[in-house]
């Protein structure tokens, strides 16, 4: 073999070397990306036995609230039948306006309870059938035997914090509609005397306001500095302009500006002019329910805004804000709860640890309901008001779960 032949393969087998060895390094590199991935991958923890359980739970929760929402809406449809009837309801805002958004308002309402009920009736059934027995005789603790009920918890609790903070509120906003057109249920529309803190030393003050034509009638805007009143304006009527491309947009008609400069005063008049007043008209009229129709961040914003105003009606904003994240965890407790008092095969069957269970279950609801009311009525802290039930009940759920292994 010649010399230049050899020195051409030599070095072709140089470059099949390189090639091979960095393909080595990239295959070892995505061996760790891989095995990383698979000890992130959450189906790596769900056994046949998580997962047999997972659809056991879902399963019977859909089903709980399918049956129970059902027999919700017949009573409903006899009971508002003849409202329906006489306003002239149509069939399709019935269907789609009222009955579409009441059905997931109150299966998100009541959802700890469907959890609740779920859990025993079908932890129940598997004890029955000695699953559960198998399960224990083969090395599996309650601890584990929880497993695929937190991970059925968790799923079902991120559904009703998303629903609950971003959807339903949109469709309460369609349900109150439709329920002051053909219900009767008349919305508040009116206010009077209404003074709020709409700037830094700025105060507006309305005798009656419109909420239907967004018109204010005997209206002042008084501005300070350093406690001091610099200027004070006044209208006959102020109009909100609900087409302008800007917010906080009014137009006050037959005004007067008194402007104070030291010992002087300046007075402005005229018949019709366009200013900016940081209100809006739902700062101005509180109605009833008001806080189910916003989302958790527009409910967050709109508390800001009112305390940094000096108001003091955003109590039940407040107690809506922080119960909608503490009725989530709810759904932890009340599982824990359930399992535990139902996880055994006992002779007498399963109807009175389901009356206990039903009846832990509607005493939260109660509970949660008077604390509710505590926070807005008796000065409790709205946080403390949302999470009293869940505080209490967690200490049930311990006791519980503690006694059930024995």
């Known amino acids: 073999m010649k010399y230049s032949t050899l020195r051409k393969r030599h070095r072709a087998l140089k470059r099949l070397r390189s090639v091979r060895n960095r393909t080595a390094g ?19 923890y769900i056994k046949k036995i998580d997962a047999y359980i997972i659809k056991k739970f879902i399963g019977t929760y ?5 049956l129970i929402i059902s027999i919700s809406i017949v ?54 059938n000695s699953e559960i027995i198998a399960m224990m005789a083969c090395g599996m603790s309650f601890k ?41 249920n008349k919305k508040n529309t009116s206010a009077s005397n209404v003074q709020l ?3 830094p030393g700025v105060i507006a003050y309305i005798a009656q306001y419109d909420n239907v034509h967004k018109t204010g009638y005997g209206f002042s805007l008084d501005k300070f500095e350093n406690k001091k009143l610099v200027s004070h304006m006044t209208a006959n009527i102020i109009q909100y302009d609900t087409i302008s491309d800007s917010r906080y947009h009014w137009k006050a008609i037959n005004y007067k500006i008194r402007t104070l400069k030291g010992m002087r005063e300046q007075i402005t ?51 809506e804000y922080h119960k909608r994240i503490a009725t989530c965890f709810a759904s932890f407790i009340l599982t824990i709860i359930g399992a535990s008092l139902s996880s055994r095969k006992r002779k007498g069957g399963m ?20 604390s509710s009311t505590f926070a807005i009525n008796a000065n409790t802290p709205p946080i403390l008001a949302a999470w009293i039930p869940n505080i209490l009940y967690f200490f049930i759920a311990y006791f519980c779960y503690k006694k059930a292994p024995n």
């Open 26 to 44: 990239a295959s070892h590199f995505f061996q760790k990306v891989g095995r990383v991935l698979n000890f992130a991958n959450p189906l790596r």
């Open 351 to 370: 109807g009175l640890y389901l009356g206990i269970g039903l009846a832990l279950s509607f005493s939260y609801i109660l509970l949660q309901t008077i």
């Open 269 to 319: 008049t005229g018949m019709e002019i366009d200013t900016t007043v940081m209100m809006e008209p739902m700062d101005l009229v509180f109605s009833k329910g008001q806080q189910e129709t916003f989302t958790s961040p527009e409910l967050k914003r709109y508390i800001s805004k009112q305390k940094d105003r000096g108001s003091g009606n955003v109590v039940q904003y407040e107690v």
């Open 62 to 66: 859909i089903y709980s609230i399918a």
């Open 144 to 184: 584990r035997l929880l497993r695929p009920y937190m991970i059925s918890a968790a799923l079902i609790s991120a559904l009703n914090f998303y629903l609950g903070a971003y959807v339903i509120p949109q469709g309460t906003v369609v349900r109150h509609n439709f329920e002051s057109l053909y219900k009767n």
């Open 75 to 128: 009573f409903d449809i006899n009971e508002n039948l003849a409202k329906f009837s006489t306003n002239n309801a149509p069939l399709r805002a019935i269907v789609f306006d009222y009955y579409a958004n009441f059905v997931p308002y109150f299966a998100n309402l009541f959802s700890p309870l469907f959890v609740f009920i779920a859990v025993i009736f079908f932890t129940s059934k598997l004890a029955g």
């Open 197 to 199: 803190q709409v700037g």
